[in-house]
């Protein structure tokens, strides 16, 4: 299947999912979120297919919601531009799914990047990587993110990181959980933990995360929560002029109240 957003390759018992807009930061839109979806229903269809690795470009794997394409319609609904419903449906999928989910990081992961990350099984990440919940600084919140990045790193720590909007390094990131694995050679990384994976029973898989997921529980209210929310954020004028001036001057929110202040 060809993809407008993803280059899609296939091994041994493996889909590789590399996503590919780099032109527009490998930001997250609607197409995006359906071709993800689209290429999961493939790797499930397939008896053969074990592992999904999700990645990006060298140096850049997401940068979240897709600015550019929310300021081109102003008039739209945000949530059905940026395919927030399908984006926080992909998340869950990515917990419930029969195959395991495995997300190679070498690059910076900002935003909703972070959603694809947190939710997946086993992260593999090089010392190249940088991690970040910038949305604050737009005047939004990383709402349907946090129950995926709770779940794995603890309140306090999605906490402080949606509070600070900074950076943490590789390191930190493994230090929190985040990252399961540090390495130097994703590839030769994966080779071993498949050797592991590919001993498991698909049937085991399912019952793995059925099993967890009951016992960490995201349920429709929190889904149906995050969604509102985020729809809700992003609906609002300011928000939406800032996304537009950044997406169409560059200009950074704080930018503009200092140039305000300064007249």
């Not at 780099?22 to 999961?40: D, M, Y």
């Not at 390495?183 to 994966?190: G, K, P, Y």
Request: include cysteine; aromatic fraction near 6%.
């Amino acid at each position: 299947m060809n993809f407008e957003t993803l280059i899609a390759t296939r091994a041994p018992r493996l889909l590789r999912l590399k996503i590919s807009r780099p032109h527009h930061g490998n930001s997250i839109n609607a197409t995006l979120i359906r071709e993800l979806s689209q290429a999961l229903d493939g790797a499930e269809r397939s008896e053969e297919c074990r592992t999904v690795v999700l990645e990006g470009e060298p140096g850049l794997v997401c940068t979240g919601m897709d600015f550019q394409e929310l300021a081109a319609r102003p008039e739209a609904d945000p949530g059905e531009t940026a395919g927030i419903a399908g984006y926080m449906k992909l998340l869950k999928r990515f917990t419930l799914s029969p195959k395991i989910i495995v997300c190679h990081v070498e690059g910076k992961v900002i935003a909703g990047g972070m959603g694809l990350v947190a939710a997946s099984d086993l992260v593999l990440s090089t010392s190249r990587a940088e991690f970040a919940l910038s949305e604050a600084l737009w005047g939004l919140l990383p709402c349907c993110v946090l129950p995926f990045l709770i779940r794995r790193i603890g309140f306090q720590k999605a906490y402080a990181m949606t509070l600070t909007t900074r950076s943490i390094s590789a390191q930190e990131a493994l230090a929190i959980h985040l990252v399961d694995e540090l390495t130097q050679n994703l590839d030769e990384s994966l080779r071993k933990l498949t050797l592991r994976l590919n001993l498991l029973e698909h049937e085991t898989i399912s019952d793995l995360k059925r099993y967890f997921h009951k016992l960490w529980t995201i349920n429709p209210e929190m889904e149906k929560l995050a969604v509102q929310e985020i729809t809700r954020l992003a609906s609002q004028p300011r928000v939406r002029q800032n996304i537009a001036n950044y997406a169409i001057d560059g200009a950074f929110p704080w930018e503009r109240r200092d140039a305000v202040a300064q007249k």
